[in-house]
């Protein structure tokens, strides 16, 4: 009687438990319900980054450039922005995104089959596979607006002496052999990110170091501009360029707290380093100005400000304030001497100092992300190991940027040619490429 009262009591427990183990194994099985909160915030960070680049990255070098060329400048952005939204529906999220390769995605999810779920028949658009909580849809858009402002970035080199259509043939290409390819590699799931694991919260390989190397080279194969050294080339509007940095500033939250993926710590975390940096930087690299020349100029302001929140790109996940305050300093410091005393002595024409920022910038940042990470905020431990790491990463970065922008730069140059004639280029890109002038006196 014993043995069949606990051979009862054993049925009875197991009778019990196995509806418990089917739910479990259902619930596991069963989606993550969408985080309206997580959502949200991922939406606004998509909208400011793309507010980045329009209107803030097109207003800040629009400023810089003179008055005949403004024009020429909003129309390159704009111009980036349709050409990467066909290539990122086509084949740049797939190639980003898919597959398990060590350098390029895989072409699974071309023309963004899969965004709405694996079923073809139907679709769901609270489908999520990348972001728990967050639908798919989400993050190939805000995924879109990092490949806009990256090739955008680039414009700054090359401003007033590059053909329209040779600036988008050369973004395409560049696109293909140089973005996608890195987006994959540190975020994608290949090699920078998962075989090596160097860290990059951001961008500051994928986005700053990729164009402002690359931006370095197109210049120099381009040549100065007419008159280079010769006559004075002043920013036609610091007000513009003014409004353009608050703008950058502003979206760049979206930049760095929407990497976080989420409305949580990591981003408010993120979302404070990225202030310091910025502040900082600034502020640093006007003293130094003023340190100098006694004249702290709204142009160093600027500069300083968008250094800092370049250096700070890579490591605003990873580091602590005061990290962000070293980050800050130093974007005040070295991309200073990049963008003053470096170019003058090398002798290039980066016509608005996107290499002295974004390149300098990019591998300060990402070299200093591995020496300050605070595991306790992301998992990541600074040290001489990560540093390593870092710095192999940004060997990567550097020699493939350069080698496939000189093999980009020459395959356009021998087809439809790089720049306008002499002529165009002293009467000005506004009117001799687009038919119109930013101002009516």
């Not at 100065?224 to 007000?239: F, Q, T």
């Not at 005040?332 to 170019?343: H, N, Q, S, T, W």
Request: hydrophobic share 55%.
């Amino acid at each position: 009687m014993t043995r069949i009262l606990k051979m009862v009591s054993v049925c009875g427990l197991l009778a019990l438990i196995s509806p418990l183990s089917a739910q479990e194994a259902a619930a596991a099985e069963a989606p993550v319900p969408i985080s309206a909160g997580d959502t949200a915030w991922m939406l606004t960070s998509t909208a400011l980054v793309l507010f980045m680049t329009l209107p803030g990255l097109a207003l800040f070098y629009g400023g810089l450039v003179r008055r005949k060329n403004v024009l020429s400048v909003l129309a390159q952005c704009l111009g980036i922005a349709g050409l990467t939204a066909g290539l990122w529906w086509a084949v740049g999220y797939s190639l980003s995104f898919s597959g398990d390769g060590q350098f390029i995605g895989n072409l699974d999810m071309a023309f963004l089959k899969g965004i709405y779920g694996p079923d073809p028949g139907k679709i769901d658009i609270n489908y999520s596979s990348t972001l728990a909580g967050v639908p798919e849809t989400v993050w190939v858009m805000f995924q879109y607006t990092f490949a806009v402002i990256t090739p955008a970035l680039i414009v700054g080199a090359i401003a007033e002496r590059m053909k329209y259509a040779a600036v988008l043939a050369f973004v395409t290409g560049w696109l293909l052999l140089v973005y996608f390819p890195f987006a994959h590699m540190v975020w994608g799931g290949g090699y920078i990110g998962e075989t090596l694991g160097a860290i990059d919260f951001a961008g500051g390989l994928v986005v700053h170091m990729s164009s402002g190397y690359s931006a370095l080279v197109l210049a120099i194969i381009l040549g100065p501009r007419l008159g280079y050294g010769k006559e004075k080339m002043a920013p036609h509007s610091m007000v513009l360029c003014m409004i353009g940095t608050a703008i950058l500033w502003v979206g760049w939250y979206g930049f760095n707290a929407g990497s976080a993926g989420a409305a949580d710590g990591l981003a408010g975390s993120a979302f404070l380093t990225t202030t310091l940096a910025a502040a900082i930087g600034g502020f640093v690299w006007a003293g130094l100005e003023y340190f100098i020349k006694k004249q702290p100029s709204v142009l160093g302001f600027c500069s300083g400000i968008v250094a800092g929140l370049v250096v700070i790109t890579p490591a605003a996940g990873f580091v602590s304030a005061n990290g962000a305050i070293l980050c800050g300093i130093a974007a005040g410091v070295i991309p200073f001497f990049a963008v003053v005393y470096l170019k003058k002595w090398i002798g290039y024409d980066d016509a608005l100092d996107t290499f002295g920022v974004h390149a300098v910038g990019g591998t300060v940042g990402t070299l200093l992300t591995g020496l300050l990470a605070v595991e306790d905020i992301n998992g990541a431990a600074g040290g001489m190991a990560l540093l390593g790491k870092q710095f192999i990463s940004v060997i990567i970065v550097l020699v493939w940027s350069v080698v496939a922008t000189i093999i980009i730069a020459y395959v356009v140059k021998a087809t439809i040619g790089l720049r306008p004639t002499p002529e165009v280029e002293t009467t000005g890109l506004d009117i001799s490429e687009h038919g119109e002038e930013g101002y009516v006196d």
